[in-house]
């Protein structure tokens, strides 16, 4: 998708973090850029691996979250 055929719903899109971009060579991630890789990792597991079958996140992945977030405080 290109920038201005994004633009009517720039509101309700997801970002993707600059370290998934192409041409970002070996930068490391912010912490920032972590924890938004994992919001869109989870929504799409959210949408279309769980719901639909009626599963819960594991609660590893929330640990795995919350363990990240205490490491880049």
């Known amino acids: ?18 370290f998934l971009s192409e041409g970002q060579g070996a930068r490391r991630p912010t912490p920032v850029e972590i ?15 769980y719901e639909p079958r009626g599963l819960q996140e594991p609660p590893e992945r929330a640990r795995l979250l919350e363990l990240a977030a205490r490491i880049h405080g």
């Open 1 to 18: 998708m290109s920038r201005s055929a994004a633009e009517p719903y720039r509101d309700r899109l997801l970002s993707l973090p600059a």
């Open 35 to 49: 924890a938004s890789g994992f919001a869109l990792t989870g929504f799409f597991l959210r949408r279309d691996l």
